[in-house]
């Protein structure tokens, strides 16, 4: 009987262990900004059925939250004011052009429902025909630059077959591509492996663009420029080589017959060591036209990334727009240059790239990135659609005021045939796609600005947190309604939309950049510039710091960087009194002293600007901590863990940066600011990226 009832005891235990274990996996995140719930009925009329447009039904019936047994017309119909995948939505329903217009009016409806928002009659067309993310998936299964754990889409080169769990994750994935408006997924990395054009391999890619078909998201290919030479046996990858045309000819036809709505090829070519056509004399218009006219066919289109630099070139940030220019008006019809938005390499903050908009006779898509390689990867909370609304307002003059970075590359100046913008996707196998739940948020932007360039990121961060966290505050927290908007919701908003400048301030203020750590582009290294290095892989060659001053020198009597900006812009740059001050020393070396538009000198500007960082991160935390009980436990202790690991590594920059800093400045920190917490000797010696992941919490007394 002791025994039975000992065994009784255990059940009861486990079941009871068995419900909280699912009750916390109901809070990891998992379900994004695509939270479950309680619809309402709903009538649904469908002009047809197909694999979109049955979602787009589906998607009405589990989350209708207006008046119940209301009727919801969807129709398709052409329509002068609806262009693209554009819709019309009013009260009665959803008018588009194409099924994928539907489905994306769907979308928007139940968005405009759970974020009290009207739901008036508008017309909302996309930005951009093309809204991709690019997956710097390898097929090993690791991310290059992805910080939430493995791939979704690959394994290993030796485990292709495609399984159930497999499309359940993809099915997920595109939901919530699909979501916010995205239409398109690179699903491997830029630096391709031939292998991913193998049969098997293609197999695969073909599971995944079933999967992602019917949420109206096209499959792209990043292909490795080598690929004839290593995979198909050739003895040259010149594009202009018959044999070689006829290779990827071949290839291209497999592709398609594979995968009929394939969208086509993104190249990285001669960069970072990566093959191009100008390893036989070519030019980077060669090669992509080469496989443009083999996929044009087909309707597909190659996007050719313009992110190239050399060790000869005396300013890295020169470098693209020299090698493009004398193109422009060259390239097919059907290539797009996929430009990065600063001209070195998605630093926390640069100025647009001088490409955008002078480059006339070429589509041109932007390509920001998603995931945070310079940015704290997952542990630091940086909401990056204020950085990307800064990039397309920013005026790049070129035909005119008003002449901006979305304008220039959306359609609306010039005549371009595709138009497009690329994300850096930060997704992997972690529970919350994204190894932080604010990293979500970025996604979600991403998306949203994709479809509508004009948006503003206080209007997306609203709609994110509303849809991520209101619901699941139902019935788990101290209030909803208004409390909650007013104890969670400011906030919380508050937070994100100034976290990427105290990012900035704590990192790299006033136009500094890419003086990071060696080891993973994470934490502070300032001092890094040994001999051996490439000098344009090393931190001394961006600030150039020395007793004289700090900064690097583009202007015409420096690099001449500034003449490859359109008047007034270049003459704007080229002056310090007249320059930006948070681009200031991007452009310019200036001496410590250096009067600063407050008053201050270049050195206690400086200063106050890293401590500015590590106080607004502090903030975060206090404000956070007062939002306890306003969302659920699980995800408030995962974000306060994260908050106190990135307070950490702020005080790290700060006193890395200012301690290297000063042995040139020779200038005391002002006397209102605190202290350094750490010795010089003690950060150069140790990897930021593991410094805090070590059991024992060192800041206090730090080891030697």
Request: hydrophobic residues 35%.
């Amino acid at each position: 009987m002791k025994k039975r009832i000992i065994t009784m005891k255990m059940i009861f235990f486990s079941i009871f262990f068995l419900f909280i274990i699912l009750d916390l996996k109901a809070e990891d995140g998992h379900e994004l900004w695509l939270r479950k719930k309680s619809a309402v009925p709903v009538k649904v009329v469908s002009p047809k059925k197909s694999a979109i447009l049955n979602n787009a039904v589906k998607e009405l019936q589990q989350g209708w939250s207006g008046k119940a047994n209301s009727t919801v017309k969807l129709t398709i119909k052409k329509d002068k004011s609806i262009k693209d995948d554009g819709f019309r939505i009013d009260g009665s329903g959803v008018t588009a052009s194409t099924e994928r217009g539907i489905l994306y009016g769907v979308f928007e409806l139940l968005r405009r429902q759970q974020t009290n928002q009207p739901v008036t009659s508008v017309v909302s067309n996309p930005s951009y025909q093309h809204r991709l993310l690019n997956h710097w998936d390898n097929l090993n299964g690791s991310v290059e630059q992805g910080f939430a754990g493995r791939s979704i889409f690959w394994r290993g080169e030796n485990d292709l077959a495609v399984t159930e769990n497999d499309r359940k994750l993809w099915q997920e994935y595109a939901r919530a591509s699909a979501s916010v408006g995205l239409n398109g997924s690179s699903v491997n990395n830029v630096n391709a492996s031939p292998l991913v054009l193998k049969e098997d391999a293609l197999a695969r890619v073909k599971g995944i663009a079933d999967v992602l078909r019917p949420y109206g998201i096209t499959t792209y290919l990043s292909v490795n420029f080598s690929s004839p030479v290593r995979l198909g046996g050739l003895k040259t990858s010149d594009p202009l080589d018959p044999e070689v045309i006829k290779w990827w000819q071949a290839k291209t036809k497999e592709i398609y017959a594979l995968i009929p709505d394939f969208g086509g090829f993104l190249v990285k070519a001669n960069s970072e060591g990566q093959p191009g056509p100008q390893d036989f004399g070519r030019t980077h218009a060669d090669g992509a036209n080469m496989l443009a006219d083999l996929v044009k066919p087909y309707g597909g289109i190659v996007m050719w990334r313009a992110f190239v630099y050399s060790p000869t070139e005396k300013d890295r940030a020169r470098q693209a727009y020299l090698e493009f220019m004398p193109f422009d008006g060259k390239f097919r019809d059907n290539v797009i240059i996929q430009v990065k938005n600063g001209p070195v390499d998605f630093q926390p903050r640069e100025p647009f790239s001088p490409l955008f908009g002078a480059m006339k006779k070429t589509s041109v898509m932007p390509e920001v990135q998603i995931t945070q390689e310079y940015l704290g990867r997952s542990n630091h909370l940086v909401f990056l659609s204020t950085m990307w609304e800064e990039l397309l307002k920013s005026d790049t003059y070129q035909e005119g005021p008003g002449s901006t970075v979305a304008r220039s590359t959306d359609g609306s100046i010039y005549n371009q045939k595709h138009t497009a913008i690329a994300g850096v996707a930060n997704t992997g196998l972690d529970s919350t796609w994204s190894g932080h739940h604010f990293a979500q948020a970025n996604w979600y932007a991403f998306g949203r600005l994709a479809w509508n360039n004009k948006l503003t990121s206080e209007q997306i961060a609203d709609e994110w947190l509303r849809l991520t966290f209101a619901n699941s505050a139902e019935g788990k927290t101290k209030a909803v309604g208004e409390e909650w908007e007013r104890n969670f919701l400011v906030p919380a908003k508050q937070m994100m939309l100034e976290s990427r400048e105290a990012a900035v301030n704590y990192m790299m203020p006033l136009g500094l950049h890419h003086i990071f750590s060696p080891f993973g582009h994470y934490g502070p290294g300032p001092w890094y510039g040994p001999k051996s290095a490439r000098p344009d892989w090393t931190s001394l060659y961006y600030h150039q710091a020395d007793t004289a001053g700090i900064g690097f020198d583009r202007t015409k009597s420096g690099t001449n960087a500034v003449s490859q900006y359109h008047e007034p812009l270049a003459s704007q740059f080229n002056d310090p009194a007249t320059c930006p001050e948070n681009y200031l020393l991007w452009f310019h070396h200036l001496p410590w002293d250096y009067k600063m538009k407050s008053g201050h000198t270049l050195w206690d500007e400086l200063c106050l600007h890293y401590d500015k960082g590590v106080q607004q991160v502090r903030q975060f935390q206090k404000n956070w901590d007062q939002m306890q009980g306003y969302i659920d436990e699980e995800r408030f202790s995962h974000v306060q863990s994260k908050l106190r690991r990135q307070a950490k590594d702020a005080q790290v920059w700060k006193d890395a940066c200012l301690l290297y800093f000063q042995q040139f400045s020779r200038r005391p920190i002002p006397a209102e600011l605190e202290r350094p917490v750490y010795d010089l000797d003690f950060l150069q010696a140790i990897r930021p990226l593991t410094f805090f992941d070590q059991p024992q919490d060192r800041a206090a007394t730090p080891q030697r």
